[in-house]
């Protein structure tokens, strides 16, 4: 939504309901503080984040690759009772 | 002894140097594609080389997968107590996968087939790439040169030491190959595929593997 000085002016009008905010880690140096020019302070209460949400999907992969491994290894003697299978030991 | 292990691990540094150089989110999804996909195929195996080479392309996919996770648990989560906290759940995850993989793999084929050990990941594959479209950020790219020849040589010389420490162990007749001609040539090789890269690196305006296998 437009420029900060834009946004800080919808604020003081008191037209904002709702600010969402991205943080992106790696933005580096320096720049406009995205309220500082505001004339008076807004209280908002946060709504939302998605870092939990973001944990689980990046620990869910990492368990899927945890889990195949030890699976596999189990299950590793039947696959190799199979017709077919008897070098399947490389497979691990 | 296998195949998943020696490519996992040769390509572990090149996974996470893509993700350096095209986005951690992308290369992580495309892990997870690739994981899910190698898991369906391994699973409809109908001999042994078939199986062989879908756990090749598997370990492949987990060694795009792995990196990426940590790399985006750093890039996703701001320094203290939030990153901690994210990689004491993250290891935890870990762990947990480690346990509930014994348990699963057994009642999995006693009850069902060992097929199943494979098609479980393409769900979980398929939702966490899903949700992972939805809830990352993406990281920006970084272009740049990417030193194909090290990372030829370094994946080889990787490769290669995961090949020869699987093939050193004891077999179950009970007999070492540590002295096994294959397995002195396949852990010594190494040496020289690291060597001639360190020496071209010097002039590499990029460090391919930055943390140096010396």
Redesign the interface.
Known sequence: MGSSALTVSLIGMGLVDEARV?V???VLGDGKSLFRTAAERVSLTARSS??G???????????????????????LP??QR?P????????? | VNAYAVAFGGLLLLGGRAGDRLGRRRVFVAGLLLFSAASLLGGFATGQWWLLAARAVQGAGGAVIAPNALALITTTFPEGQPRNRAMGVYSAMAGGGGAVGLLLGGLLTTYVSWRWVLFVNVPIGLMVAAAAHRVLAESPRRPGPIDVAGAVTGTAGVALLVYGLSKAATGPDGVSHWGDALVLASLAAPAGTVRPRRVRQRHAPRDEFAMGLE
């Open positions: 991205m992106s880690p790696v998605r870092l949400l973001a944990l689980v999907v990046i620990a869910s992969a990492q368990l899927m690759v945890v889990l195949d491994a030890t699976i596999v290894n189990v299950a039947h696959v199979a077919g299978f008897r070098g399947a030991a490389w497979s691990g």
